[in-house]
Every structure is written in structure tokens, then in C-alpha cells.
């Protein structure tokens, strides 16, 4: 049986009487990767903000429905926000690495939940740069402002800094959209390691990117769940007029 870790029950989202997500029914499977597929505007973004409760930023936004992370709605009134949001790891479009050194972008999530010990903290550090396939770039620069790095290994930067935080959900909104070729690899293939561990949610637009990495593809249009299945479903044997031309149109 699937092990979902995510389930959203009949999720809206309107902004001035207008729809931006429409009876979201989703379940996302445990240390899989679900890819979120579909055209500019289609309500991806918003999807993932719905997920860490950043739409409480957007006071306008009005939602309605459910979102249950390993069974607990999020939205519920006495539902701790940091708790939640440090469950999941966010990463970007664009990096935004704090504007310390490579070092303390790490340590900055660890100090804060408690952990001083300098020896752990040096391992912790190690640790997370591994991960995020980062190490053996920087081991030599610990020190050095993170703002010197390439926008390739800033965002794997962010990825180390968010894996710190010890999520268990990664969010990624197009995250290898500023990043050049090679990078993007880097972090595609970090992304198939991490999944054993993690479970993720990944915004692309990039067909070929999904299918590379997706176990789970949903398709999304005009704020609906189009079509939703494996990438062979999907790619191979869509069911619908919209995704049929959205493939044949080879964004
Ligand atoms: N706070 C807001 N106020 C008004 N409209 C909004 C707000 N947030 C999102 N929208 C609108 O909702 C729709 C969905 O936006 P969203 O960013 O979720 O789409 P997307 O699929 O992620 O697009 P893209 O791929 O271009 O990033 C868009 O039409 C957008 O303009």
C-alpha cells in the first residue's frame, strides 16, 4: 500500500472572486518525487505556498479545504507554523543564500534548534554540503562569503541550509530555471539521491526535467488537477485533449 505523506482534501484558493486553485484533491507518496506540471498560471506556485502556509503572508488569498501532512491539517488554528515549515525545505527559482559565509549558512538553522557543540557543528556541516553534492567544491572556503559562489552552488548552498533544518518534505519551485546546464544536473541527480530520504515536490515546466526525475506526475491547468499518474501514464498515454496538446507543444 502507498504511504502518503501529504493528502489535500478539496483545497480552493480565490482572490477576488477569482479561482486560483480549484477542489485540489491530491495525495503525495512518501520518498517519491511528485512533480507539479502545467502552464504559466496554472497554480503551481500557489500549490506549493498552500503546502508551508506562505499563503498566510497573502492575507487576500482566501482558502478553503484541507491540507493533512502525516495526517494533521495544517490549516487547524492551534497547528504550530514553525513546526510545519521546518518539516519542509523550500528552494526557489533564484538562490538566496544568507549573506554570511558558506559555513554559517549552515550552522544558522542548527543554532537555532539548540545545537552549540563546534565539533558537531563541523560535522553537521560536512554532512549537509555532502548532500547537497556541495563539498568538495567549497571544503577549502568554508569561510568565504557564500555570495562568491557560482548560482549553481548557491542553490545547492540553499539545499544544504534547508536539508539542516532536517525537513522531511523538499519543495522546489522550478529550481534549476537560473541555473546553467551542468548545474541543473547536479541538482537533478542530488534530487533522485535525496528521495530515499526525503519526499518531494518539484515545479518545472520543463518536460524532459520531469521526466527524469518524476515517480508521480501532476498535470495542472487553469487551477485544476488535469491528469495525474506515473511518467509513462502521463507522457505516453495522456488521457486528455489539454495535456495531449500541452505535450505536443513541447514546453
Ligand atoms: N496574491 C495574488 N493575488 C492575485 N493573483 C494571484 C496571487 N497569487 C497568484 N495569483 C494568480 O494566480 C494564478 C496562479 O499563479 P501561480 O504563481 O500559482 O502560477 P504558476 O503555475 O506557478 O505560474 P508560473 O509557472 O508562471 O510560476 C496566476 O494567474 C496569478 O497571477
Given at each position: 500500500?502507498?504511504?502518503?505523506?501529504?493528502?489535500?482534501?478539496?483545497?480552493?484558493?480565490?482572490?477576488?472572486?477569482?479561482?486560483?486553485?480549484?477542489?485540489?484533491?491530491?495525495?503525495?507518496?512518501?520518498?517519491?518525487?511528485?512533480?507539479?506540471?502545467?502552464?504559466?498560471?496554472?497554480?503551481?506556485?500557489?500549490?506549493?505556498?498552500?503546502?508551508?502556509?506562505?499563503?498566510?503572508?497573502?492575507?487576500?488569498?482566501?482558502?478553503?479545504?484541507?491540507?493533512?501532512?502525516?495526517?494533521?491539517?495544517?490549516?487547524?488554528?492551534?497547528?504550530?507554523?514553525?513546526?510545519?515549515?521546518?518539516?519542509?525545505?523550500?528552494?526557489?527559482?533564484?538562490?538566496?543564500?544568507l549573506?554570511m559565509s558558506i559555513y554559517k549558512n549552515i550552522t544558522y538553522g542548527l543554532k537555532i534548534k539548540?545545537i552549540r557543540d563546534k565539533?558537531l557543528l563541523n560535522a553537521r556541516v560536512e554532512?549537509h554540503l555532502?548532500?547537497?553534492?556541495?563539498?568538495?567544491?567549497?571544503?577549502?572556503?568554508l569561510h568565504?562569503?557564500?555570495?562568491?559562489?557560482?548560482?549553481?552552488?548557491?542553490?545547492?548552498?540553499?539545499?544544504a541550509r534547508?536539508?539542516a533544518v532536517?525537513?522531511?518534505?523538499?519543495?522546489?519551485?522550478?529550481?534549476?530555471?537560473?541555473?546553467?546546464?551542468?548545474?541543473?544536473?547536479?541538482?537533478?541527480?542530488?534530487?533522485?539521491?535525496?528521495?530515499?530520504?526525503?519526499?518531494?515536490?518539484?515545479?518545472?515546466?520543463?518536460?524532459?526535467?520531469?521526466?527524469?526525475?518524476?515517480?508521480?506526475?501532476?498535470?495542472?491547468?487553469?487551477?485544476?488537477?488535469?491528469?495525474?499518474?506515473?511518467?509513462?501514464?502521463?507522457?505516453?498515454?495522456?488521457?486528455?485533449?489539454?495535456?495531449?496538446?500541452?505535450?505536443?507543444?513541447?514546453?
Amino acid at each position: 500500500m502507498t504511504d502518503n505523506i501529504i493528502h489535500i482534501k478539496g483545497l480552493n484558493v480565490q482572490v477576488d472572486n477569482k479561482s486560483i486553485l480549484k477542489n485540489i484533491n491530491l495525495k503525495v507518496p512518501r520518498n517519491k518525487i511528485t512533480v507539479l506540471l502545467g502552464p504559466s498560471g496554472c497554480g503551481k506556485t500557489t500549490l506549493l505556498k498552500c503546502l508551508n502556509r506562505l499563503t498566510d503572508l497573502q492575507p487576500q488569498l482566501q482558502l478553503e479545504g484541507e491540507v493533512l501532512i502525516e495526517g494533521e491539517n495544517i490549516f487547524h488554528p492551534k497547528q504550530d507554523i514553525t513546526l510545519i515549515r521546518q518539516k519542509m525545505g523550500l528552494l526557489s527559482q533564484k538562490p538566496f543564500p544568507l549573506p554570511m559565509s558558506i559555513y554559517k549558512n549552515i550552522t544558522y538553522g542548527l543554532k537555532i534548534k539548540g545545537i552549540r557543540d563546534k565539533v558537531l557543528l563541523n560535522a553537521r556541516v560536512e554532512q549537509h554540503l555532502r548532500d547537497a553534492g556541495l563539498w568538495e567544491e567549497v571544503k577549502d572556503r568554508l569561510h568565504a562569503t557564500s555570495t562568491k559562489l557560482s548560482i549553481g552552488q548557491q542553490q545547492r548552498l540553499c539545499l544544504a541550509r534547508g536539508l539542516a533544518v532536517g525537513p522531511e518534505i523538499i519543495l522546489a519551485d522550478e529550481p534549476t530555471s537560473a541555473l546553467d546546464p551542468i548545474s541543473s544536473k547536479k541538482i537533478e541527480e542530488k534530487f533522485l539521491e535525496l528521495k530515499e530520504e526525503y519526499t518531494l515536490i518539484i515545479v518545472t515546466h520543463i518536460l524532459r526535467q520531469a521526466k527524469r526525475l518524476a515517480d508521480n506526475v501532476v498535470f495542472m491547468y487553469f487551477g485544476e488537477i488535469v491528469e495525474q499518474g506515473t511518467p509513462d501514464e502521463i507522457f505516453n498515454n495522456p488521457q486528455s485533449e489539454i495535456l495531449k496538446e500541452y505535450l505536443r507543444s513541447g514546453h
